[in-house]
């Protein structure tokens, strides 16, 4: 399959390490991508191909992969880490396709 | 610094076709690919295609192909999005955003346009 798939929702505590999954057959090839997007605003990049990160973007971030599972770690939740989080890669015409997202509420 | 500001919000008539511009400054506009996505309310991203901002190349979305056309002014450093065949489900926030690796498609996004709201209702 194509699809890159999410958890709708997810919870931290503040201060604590929080895990964001993105399930899908096209990570054994590509790389995935994860963004930040908060209420009315454009998506933010927060890792890209191979865990790297924007400039301004802190090192809490972080991304790891195992199989078909990629995961984006934020480790010390904080309150403005609030936000849906999506994860991208591409299929198998090298289109890049989005998960459906995760809401991160930081409690 | 690097900005790109897209044009105003759009209402069209189910059919018709829009064209969205995005202008990009802030560093060497030649020198990236431009992607476009878009977000219907409350739906995931959706990417619709790029264009390589240096020669003109495009690449389009499966889901998209034959009704998206985008093109670029060197000269404006400006690249544009034109969507035709408008329906109702093509209503949506339309996003130019910058490929983060320059002379290359890889797939991540590092700067994007404001977004904006295209309206498609009779």
């Known amino acids: 399959s194509s699809e890159l798939t999410q958890d709708p929702a997810v919870s931290v505590a503040l201060g604590q390490t929080v895990r964001i999954t993105c399930q899908g057959d096209?990570?054994?090839?590509?790389?995935a991508s994860w963004y930040q997007q908060k209420p009315g605003q454009a998506p933010v990049l927060v890792i890209y191909v191979k865990g790297n990160r924007p400039s301004g973007i802190p090192d809490r971030f972080s991304d790891s992969i195992s199989g078909t599972t990629a995961s984006l770690t934020i480790t010390g939740a904080q309150a403005e880490d609030e936000a849906d989080y999506y994860c991208s890669s591409r299929d198998s015409s090298g289109d890049v396709v989005f998960g459906g997202g995760t809401k991160l509420t930081v409690l | 610094q690097v900005q790109l500001v897209q044009s105003g919000a759009e209402v069209k008539k189910p059919g018709a076709s829009v064209k969205v511009s995005c202008k990009a400054s802030g560093y060497a506009f030649t020198s990236y690919t431009m992607h476009w996505v878009r977000q219907a309310p409350g739906q995931r991203l959706e990417w619709m295609g790029w264009i390589n901002a240096g020669n003109g190349n495009t690449k389009y979305s499966q889901k998209f192909q034959g009704r998206v056309t985008l093109t670029r002014d060197t000269s404006a450093s400006t690249a544009y999005m034109d969507l035709s065949s408008l329906r109702s489900e093509d209503t949506a926030v339309y996003y130019c955003?910058?490929?983060?690796?320059?002379?290359?498609?890889?797939?991540?996004?590092?700067?994007w346009g404001q977004g904006i709201l295209v309206t498609v209702s009779s």
């Open positions: 096209s990570l054994r090839s590509y790389y």
């Open positions: 955003a910058r490929d983060v690796v320059h002379y290359y498609d890889s797939g991540a996004f590092d700067y």
